[in-house]
């Protein structure tokens, strides 16, 4: 349950916070949207200040049924709002929401970037095992079927549980051939699941332990929750809150948020109920 990450040994034992930046124009949480390099600026304080220890940044919303953008529309918001983060906060840990083996390496290679996270688990571009081999970053890989545009029409299983062991199986076995060790499993909430899947994956999250590795939930604000108490994405706090307390007690390792300081509060709660002593 450690990650190296620039040579510094991460401890997942103890859960930790993602916050997220998003440089697109179109992802679901509007609030979220940040294009100007004042609202950066503001944003990655934010993210910093209420205890996030990774900032998530993409230039590609995946959300349901998202608009196509280019290699080199995503590059273009990258490079700008990466430019801005680094400039401000040089120490800043960045991890890359892209799919793209060469979006990945020009991250890492020109701004420092220290984690890449991979919505398709290189099945979107099979460059990308080797890019992360070479590159010699951590990975988070995700569960999904298809693409952004296409996932939500593939929620059919025979097996859902046997499918995704299987799927994480060959890519973990992979990596490792390749000499990629510090892998971050993603089950992907919301990622080719209908809501039913999505509660019935939170159920049985500890079952991912059979892999030894750190497991990512991101859940903040989703569908899943929107449809289950029928609220608006500006209300769908609460319910991502619970379930994110529910996932740090079912192992989850890492919390991908957007707001930050109640995540944080999560954790605490959950620590203090789990280092409590008998009276």
Excluded: W
């Amino acid at each position: 349950m450690f990650i190296n990450i620039k040579g510094k040994l991460i401890d997942l034992l103890q859960p930790r916070v993602m916050g997220i930046l998003n440089l697109t124009p179109d992802s679901f949480f509007q609030n979220s949207r940040k294009q100007t390099e004042e609202e950066i600026i503001a944003r990655v304080f934010q993210i910093r200040e209420e205890g996030a220890d990774i900032i998530d940044v993409g230039g590609y919303s995946s959300r349901p049924n998202a608009k196509y953008v280019s290699e080199e529309e995503e590059i273009e918001r990258l490079d700008f709002g990466l430019g801005v983060l680094f400039r401000e906060f040089p120490e800043a840990l960045v991890s890359i929401d892209t799919f793209r083996s060469k979006v990945a390496r020009r991250c890492v290679e020109k701004y420092g970037v220290s984690l890449i996270n991979d919505i398709s688990a290189g099945e979107l571009d099979r460059e990308m095992f080797d890019t992360i081999a070479d590159l010699k970053v951590p990975y988070i890989m995700m569960h999904m079927k298809g693409s952004p545009q296409t996932m939500m029409q593939q929620v059919t299983y025979d097996n859902m549980m046997k499918d995704m062991f299987l799927y994480f199986s060959e890519k973990i076995n992979s990596l490792h051939r390749k000499g990629v060790n510090d892998i971050i499993l993603d089950p992907g909430f919301g990622f080719s699941k209908n809501t039913d899947q999505n509660y019935y994956l939170m159920k049985v999250l500890k079952e991912f332990r059979i892999f030894e590795l750190p497991i990512l939930v991101g859940i903040s604000r989703k569908t899943m929750i929107r449809d289950l108490l029928d609220c608006s994405v500006d209300k769908a706090l609460n319910g991502t809150s619970v379930l994110n307390t529910i996932a740090l007690a079912e192992g989850a390792s890492i919390l991908r948020v957007h707001d930050v300081k109640e995540a944080m509060e999560c954790i605490k709660i959950y620590n203090k109920v789990r280092t409590s002593d008998a009276f």
